[in-house]
């Protein structure tokens, strides 16, 4: 057992001396690994806080993290389809401690129409007394004020939809739909408030209405054709989702992700997370073949010390694992400081955000949802400890082949003069 000790502790040491011995190639190598490795935390960071923040703002502008509605509905959105009586589910969804809140809604399509023309436009119902529904609009406000609990028959509508039927705070405008017994119904309503939320598609077509209206011009009483879920935690969303479907007895309604209700949002995430998956990829490669080539040129140019290793009785199965030791070395070491990099510029974007107002003070319209100019860096754990174990099985792939090699160098043509 010592004599094993003592010659790891030899392979240690002479790993070691070897970086030494070769300071400046040892120091460009180490650099470039934690450049790699900062650069791909920056941009892994980035990249899911961006995506954070235009799923949160989706969910919250669509229908939440998970929706209650009626089976059939996502396929066909008719106003005859609709929760009749929301309360028994509402006593279990609040129950759940995954859930942060619920929000009971009513969504249509119809026809606006003033003295100036007529627009087709998406309505959606909400209970202005719950504050925390609408968060999106209300801080997007541009004249006017939000839907407020006192019963009236208001609206609130975007700019640019506004603009097309010349429409002002104060004006009065007639919403044409069907009800929940497939007959025509309209209602009047006066302009309360006009928003910009940045978003075209949204600011062209979107309605808000108290709840109240809604239900009795469609003629639903207490019904609703949704209830909207916003978790705590969206990460545990699966885990609350499958906890509901247990809690809620099987019946006319059905829970459903935001995944299924917005199926735009959720394509482009994917496919923006393969394109970042192949750039870490590119970046971490050319790194790599940084760490192949510092490696194999330390070996080509010890192959006579290397040689007078083997001739004093050195295996080669303890060169190569020296070399590969090197090479752990480099590593770690470069993985150690691109942590302390990556992580202190991701901590920085984290509170700060990276503020994009220059290229567009507004928000942006992206698959349906609004993307903040504001960007807020965000990395969870497991990401850091997967990237980290990435590049140290790339690096250490790549000091394979020169540890190979040199665990085949032969004595004498080693110590021959070239």
């Not at 009586?85 to 009971?104: A, D």
């Not at 070399?323 to 990099?341: D, Q, R």
């Not at 942006?364 to 754990?381: E, K």
Request: proline share 4%.
């Amino acid at each position: 057992m010592n004599g094993l000790f003592t010659a790891l502790s030899m392979v240690i040491g002479l790993a070691t001396r070897n970086l030494r011995r070769y300071l400046r190639r040892t120091l460009i190598t180490t650099v470039g690994i934690a450049l790699g490795t900062a650069l791909s935390l920056f941009s892994m960071g980035l990249g899911d806080g961006g995506h954070n923040q235009m799923i949160e703002n989706g969910v919250r502008i669509g229908q939440g993290h998970l929706t209650v509605q009626p089976k059939g509905y996502l396929q066909s959105p008719s106003p005859s389809l609709f929760i009749r009586n929301p309360g028994p589910i509402l006593s279990v969804l609040r129950s759940s401690q995954g859930v942060r809140g619920i929000f009971p809604r009513i969504r249509g399509e119809g026809i606006l129409a003033t003295a100036a023309g007529s627009e087709g436009i998406r309505f959606q119902g909400i209970d202005p007394a719950m504050k925390a529904d609408g968060g999106i609009f209300r801080r997007s406000m541009k004249e006017g004020s939000f839907l407020d609990g006192t019963g009236q028959r208001n609206l609130v509508i975007g700019e640019k939809l506004a603009k097309r039927l010349n429409l002002k705070v104060g004006k009065k405008a007639v919403l044409t739909t069907q009800d929940s017994r497939g007959e025509i119904t309209s209602v009047l309503l006066r302009v309360k408030g006009i928003f910009q939320t940045g978003s075209s598609s949204i600011d062209g077509a979107i309605c808000l209405l108290p709840l109240g209206i809604l239900q009795d011009t469609m003629g639903m009483g207490k019904g609703v054709t949704s209830l909207a879920i916003y978790l705590f935690n969206p990460y545990q969303q699966d885990t609350v989702l499958r906890e509901l479907n247990r809690m809620l007895p099987d019946g006319p309604d059905v829970i459903l992700p935001w995944q299924k209700l917005q199926p735009q949002m959720r394509d482009f995430v994917m496919i923006d997370n393969v394109f970042g998956y192949l750039t870490y990829g590119i970046v971490l490669f050319i790194v790599s073949i940084g760490v192949l080539n510092t490696v194999l040129m330390s070996v080509m140019e010890r192959k006579g010390e290397i040689g007078i290793l083997a001739a004093l009785g050195m295996r080669s199965g303890a060169i190569l694992r020296m070399i590969l030791l090197e090479t752990a070395f480099l590593s770690m070491i470069g993985i150690g400081a691109g942590l302390v990099l990556g992580l202190g510029v991701n901590w920085y974007f984290s509170v700060h955000g990276l503020d994009l107002r220059s290229f567009s003070s507004q928000s942006w319209n992206l698959a349906g949802t609004v993307v903040d100019p504001i960007m807020y860096s965000q990395l969870r754990p497991h990401r850091v400890i997967q990237l980290c174990l990435a590049v140290l099985v790339l690096t250490l792939t790549m000091g394979i082949y020169p540890a190979w090699k040199a665990s085949r160098i032969e004595p004498v043509e080693a110590m021959e003069k070239p």
